[in-house]
């Protein structure tokens, strides 16, 4: 064998340690969560966090199931703000970065210029409050968790970088076989986008699906908190009642406070885990490519 291919192999097997070691180092603490989520809260009181737990218990995935139906209520109203979210977000950023990718916009840097202008500052939360509700009445309306966030700067900026890589050549041929611009947008740019629209995609569906904050704000009917607003409710109130329990004195080492929060954390994030993988290599081509174009 070869010096030449020696090193190769060696290099190559230098690379899978290391990956594999990577893959480890990101793997081990969710397992960690997921074990943590089973134990005893006497358990993790006494030895602390442990990747074996003595003692399996299901008290803390009890407490978070106690009331089924809000909980898949809760998942309900996550599922189609995540899924309207991404799919009117994703429609209009990319029409927005397909426009200014173009060359035959004439205003297209200035237009850039307003968009990442927004980055830098922002009109406030009082004002976006009133405008919100006073103007445009969307307190306690489901779409108040979906408008608000639908572009976003970043997105928008990416995208556009992604689709200065197309050939102009593409779209000029388009025209002149007679296309239009939403033909060359539709049929042409997106289907050349795919690992760009996938890394979007995942972006803005990972920003509605963790988003509690704008429920927190205009959110009163208990039959529209998406899911992570449910449970920080739900975990505000068990440390209340931890906090009360300890001022009048009275034993709470069976109150899975600590394995709560670790359940809620798989309860959350386990749609976005078993979603990953499917877009994982175009998220990664995506990312990349959009990250070095001018």
């Known amino acids: 064998m070869k010096n030449k291919d020696k090193s190769k192999i ?144 970043w997105n928008i900026l990416l995208m556009r970088n992604f689709m200065k890589g197309i050939p102009e050549e593409i779209a000029e041929a388009a025209t002149i076989d007679g296309a239009g611009e939403f033909q060359v947008f539709y049929k042409f740019y997106l289907p050349l986008s795919k690992a760009g629209l996938a890394t979007i995609d995942l972006f803005i569906a990972l920003m509605y699906w963790n988003n509690w904050y704008q429920a927190m704000l205009y959110i009163n009917n208990e039959k529209l908190y998406p899911l992570q607003y449910l449970l920080y409710n739900m975990q505000t109130s068990m440390d209340g009642i931890k906090k009360a329990a300890a001022i009048a004195n009275v034993p709470s080492y069976e109150m899975p406070t600590e394995s709560f929060k670790m359940a809620m954390a798989v309860v959350a994030t386990g749609p976005i885990v078993l979603l990953y993988p499917f877009v994982q290599k175009y998220f990664v081509k995506g990312l990349t490519v959009g990250a070095v174009k001018g």
């Open 10 to 153: 060696i290099i190559k097997t230098a690379a899978i340690l290391i990956v594999t070691l990577e893959a480890l180092i990101c793997i081990v603490p969710f397992y960690l969560i997921v074990a943590a989520s089973f134990m005893t809260e006497s358990e993790i009181i006494t030895r602390g966090f442990s990747f074996w737990p003595k003692e399996l218990s299901m008290g803390a995935y009890e407490l978070v199931f106690r009331v089924p139906k809000t909980i898949i209520q809760a998942y309900g109203v996550s599922t189609f703000v995540t899924a309207a979210g991404t799919a009117l977000g994703l429609f209009f950023t990319t029409m927005m970065a397909y426009v200014l990718s173009r060359t035959t916009c004439r205003y297209r840097d200035k237009m850039s210029f307003f968009i990442y202008f927004t980055t830098l500052f922002s009109g406030g939360m009082i004002p976006g409050y009133i405008w919100t509700t006073e103007y445009l009445h969307l307190k306690d309306n489901i779409w108040v968790l979906i408008l608000p966030l639908m572009l976003s700067s």
